[in-house]
C-alpha cells in the first residue's frame, strides 16, 4: 500500500513546479483563514484593479499613451467608486432604515392579510395564521436585538472602515501604475521554468476576467433596470430592493430564488392581492427571464463554463469557509480551481494494443 502510494505521489510532484504551486495554494490558503479580515482592502483592490484592466486594454489598443491611459481609467473608477458612496449608499440606508420603522406596521398589514385565508382555501386555519405570525414577530424580534447589538459592537470599527475607504482607491491607483512590476516582482521567486504556472495563469487570468467584467455589468444591468421598474410600478424602497436584487446575480440559481421573496413580501403588504402586485409579478419574472436568457449568454459567451452543481457546491464550500466573502467570490476561486486541476500534469497511460494481448497468450501457450 505504501509502495502505490508513494508511486502515485512521485509521479504527481515528479516535478519541482508542482511542488511550489501546491505551496503556494496551501500558503494562500493559510493567509486567508488567518489574515482575512485584514486583507480585505487589499483583495478588494485586487478585484477592482482587476476590473479596470479591460479599460485599459481598450485604450491602449487605440493608441492612447500608457500615462493617459492609467488617468482616464483611473479617474472614471474614482467617479464610479465615491458615486456609490455618496449617491447610491445613503439612499438604500435611508430606505433600510425607514423599512425597520415601518417593520411592525407591516407586519400587521401581513396578519390581516393573512387572515383572509381561510375565507379563500380551507387548508389555512385563523388559528394557524396566528401562530406563523406570533412566530415570525418573535423572530423579527430577536433579529433587531441582534442587529442592534452588532451595530453596537462594530461602532470600534468605524475607524478601520474609513480607512478602507482611503486605502482602496490609493491601492488601485498603485496596482492599475505597477502592474508588471509588481507581477515581475511576484515571479521571481517562481522557478525559472515554469509551464504549469503559466498554463493556470493563462487559463484563469481569461476566465477570472470574463467572469468579474461581466458580472459588474450584469450587476449595474439589472440594477438599473430594476431600480427604474421599482419607480414605474411605485413599489416601496426602490433603491434597496434594486441593489439587493442587483447583486443576487452573484450568486447563480441561489440568489434569484432569495431575493424572490422580499421583493413579492414588499408588494404583497404594500398592494395586497390585486393588479399592482400582478403587475409587480410579471415585471420581475421578465427581468429574471431576461437576465438569464440574453444577457448571460451575450456577456459570458466566452467565460466561466461550470455544470450548475459545481457552481451551488463551490458556493456552499466557500460559502462555509469564507462567509459572505466566500459565496461572492466563489466562482472565480472554483475557476481557478478548475484551472489547476486541467493544467495539473497527469502521468501518461499506457498504450493499449489488443494484438499485444492475443501475442502474450500465444506466448505463455
Given at each position: ?24 495554494i496551501?500558503a ?11 486583507l ?62 415601518e ?12 387572515l ?73 521567486f ?9 498554463a493556470?495563469?493563462?487559463?484563469a487570468?481569461v ?10 455589468v450584469e ?24 441593489l ?8 447563480p440559481?441561489?440568489?434569484?430564488a432569495?431575493v ?5 413580501l ?10 399592482e ?23 459570458f ?7 450548475p452543481?459545481?457552481?451551488i ?9 469564507w ?5 461572492f ?25 489488443p ?7 500465444s506466448?505463455?501457450?
Amino acid at each position: 500500500m505504501l509502495g502505490i502510494v508513494r508511486s502515485w505521489f512521485d509521479r504527481l510532484f515528479a516535478e519541482e513546479e508542482t511542488v511550489v504551486l501546491l505551496l503556494l495554494i496551501v500558503a494562500c490558503l493559510l493567509l486567508m483563514l488567518t489574515l482575512g479580515n485584514v486583507l480585505v482592502p487589499i483583495m478588494a483592490s485586487i478585484v477592482l484593479a482587476f476590473m479596470m484592466q479591460g479599460l485599459m486594454a481598450r485604450l491602449s489598443g487605440m493608441g492612447v499613451s500608457r500615462w493617459l491611459t492609467i488617468a482616464i481609467t483611473y479617474t472614471v473608477f474614482v467617479t464610479i467608486f465615491f458615486g456609490v458612496l455618496v449617491v447610491l449608499l445613503p439612499l438604500v440606508w435611508q430606505q433600510l432604515t425607514n423599512l425597520f420603522e415601518e417593520l411592525p406596521v407591516m407586519l400587521r398589514q401581513l396578519q390581516h392579510l393573512l387572515l383572509l385565508l381561510p375565507q379563500r382555501s380551507e387548508m389555512f386555519t385563523e388559528q394557524q395564521i396566528r401562530d406563523w405570525m406570533a412566530l415570525a414577530t418573535k423572530e423579527l424580534g430577536s433579529v433587531g436585538q441582534y442587529l442592534l447589538s452588532f451595530s453596537i459592537a462594530q461602532l470600534p470599527n468605524v475607524l478601520g472602515l474609513m480607512i478602507n475607504i482611503v486605502l482602496i482607491p490609493i491601492l488601485v491607483f498603485f496596482f492599475l501604475k505597477d502592474k508588471e512590476t509588481i507581477l515581475g516582482w511576484l515571479a521571481s521567486f517562481l522557478p525559472g521554468r515554469r509551464p504549469l504556472l503559466k498554463a493556470v495563469w493563462a487559463e484563469a487570468n481569461v476566465q477570472v476576467a470574463n467572469y468579474v467584467r461581466g458580472k459588474a455589468v450584469e450587476i449595474v444591468i439589472v440594477g438599473v433596470v430594476s431600480y427604474i421598474a421599482f419607480i414605474v410600478i411605485g413599489l416601496n424602497y426602490p433603491a434597496l430592493l434594486a441593489l439587493v436584487v442587483g447583486l443576487s446575480v452573484v450568486i447563480p440559481y441561489i440568489g434569484a430564488a432569495v431575493v424572490t421573496l422580499p421583493v413579492l413580501l414588499v408588494g404583497f403588504i404594500q398592494w395586497g392581492w390585486g393588479g399592482e402586485f400582478l403587475t409587480l409579478f410579471i415585471v420581475y419574472s421578465v427581468i429574471q427571464a431576461l437576465d438569464g436568457n440574453v444577457l448571460v449568454p451575450l456577456l459570458f459567451s466566452e467565460a466561466v463554463n461550470m455544470h450548475p452543481v459545481a457552481i451551488i457546491v463551490a458556493v456552499l464550500a466557500f460559502g462555509g469557509i469564507w462567509g459572505v466573502w466566500g459565496v461572492f467570490f466563489a466562482i472565480p476561486l472554483a475557476t481557478l480551481v478548475k484551472a489547476i486541476l486541467y493544467a495539473w500534469p497527469r502521468p501518461k497511460a499506457p498504450e493499449f494494443y489488443p494484438n499485444d494481448m492475443l501475442l502474450g497468450e500465444s506466448n505463455d501457450i
